[in-house]
C-alpha cells in the first residue's frame, strides 16, 4: 500500500473509531453494529474506504456498496435457486453472500482477512444463520473437494495471484457440469477483461452480460459465464 495512502487512511480510520465510540454511546448505533466497526476500525483495510465494503440490508448496516443494488442490477433472483452450493471467493466481510443465503442451498466464501471474517462470523451467529461457511485462506491454497453451482468473483481476478487462464481454469475445476461464474470487473477504464473472457470460450461461454456503476469510484461489467462440458487442451 502507498504510504501517503496509508497515512491518510490511518487517520480516517482513527477519526471514524472515535466517531463510532461516540454514536455507540449516543446510542446512535446497535451494540453489533458497534462492535463490528471497532473490528473494522482497528487495521487500515485497503477497501471500503473506511466503511464496511458491502451492506447488510437485514441489520440496516450501511456499506461502501449496496447489496440490495448490486443484487438487482445482477438480476441474481433469475439466476439463483434452493438448490445451488455457491462459492464467494474474496468474499470480504461476506455480508453480499450472507443477505443471498436464503435463495440458496449453501454458501462458502472464502476470505484470507483474519479481521474480515471475524466480522462475517458475527454476523453469521447473531442472525443464526447455517448454510454459510468462511474459510480463511488464500485461494491459492484452498483444497476444496466440493463442486459449485454457482461462483462469485468479484473484481478480484486481477488480485488473486493467478494469470486469467490459470485462474479460469480452476473456477472451471469448482464448479459442477453446466454451472455458473458471475465475474466483475475492475475499473472498465483499466481492465480487459472482455478480450481476456474471448481468449478462454474453450472453458466458458458468455451467457449474459451488464454494466454496474453502485460504487462511486469506479463503473464496472460483469458477465454470467456457463461451464462447457467438452474436452479442452488445459494449457
Known amino acids: 500500500m502507498n504510504p501517503y495512502y496509508f497515512l491518510k487512511n490511518y487517520l480516517k480510520y482513527k477519526i471514524m473509531y472515535l466517531k463510532n465510540e461516540i454514536n455507540f454511546r449516543k446510542g446512535r448505533v446497535t451494540k453489533l453494529e458497534y462492535e463490528l466497526k471497532r473490528l473494522l476500525y482497528s487495521n487500515v483495510q ?5 466503511y464496511f465494503y458491502q451492506s447488510y440490508p437485514p441489520l440496516n448496516i450501511p456499506g461502501w456498496r449496496s447489496t440490495l443494488s448490486r443484487v438487482k442490477i ?4 433469475e439466476y439463483l435457486n434452493k438448490n445451488m452450493d455457491v462459492l464467494d471467493i474474496g468474499g470480504n466481510v461476506g455480508f453480499f453472500s450472507t ?11 472464502i476470505e484470507k482477512n483474519p479481521k474480515l471474517v ?9 442472525s443464526k444463520i447455517d448454510n454459510v461457511k468462511f474459510f480463511c485462506m488464500d485461494f491459492k491454497n484452498i483444497n476444496l473437494k466440493n463442486k459449485y453451482d454457482f461462483i462469485f468473483s468479484f473484481a478480484v481476478h486481477g488480485w488473486i495471484g ?5 485462474y479460469l481454469l480452476k473456477l472451471h475445476e469448482l464448479l459442477k457440469n453446466e454451472g455458473i461464474v458471475l465475474i466483475e470487473s475492475h475499473n472498465i477504464k483499466n481492465d480487459d477483461l472482455h478480450e481476456k473472457l474471448n481468449s478462454v470460450q474453450d472453458l466458458f461461454s458468455i451467457i449474459s452480460t ?3 456503476d453502485d460504487d462511486p469510484r469506479y463503473v464496472r461489467k460483469f458477465y ?6 467438452r474436452q479442452y487442451n488445459g494449457k
Open 74 to 77: 445482477y438480476r441474481l433472483e
Open 118 to 126: 471475524k466480522i462475517g462470523e458475527k454476523i453469521i451467529g447473531f
Open 162 to 166: 493467478y494469470e486469467f487462464r490459470e
Open 210 to 212: 451488464g454494466t454496474i
Open 99 to 109: 443477505y443471498i443465503s436464503k435463495l440458496v442451498n449453501q454458501v462458502s466464501i
Open 46 to 50: 485497503e477497501w471500503g474506504e473506511g
Open 224 to 229: 454470467y459465464l456457463k461451464k462447457n462440458s
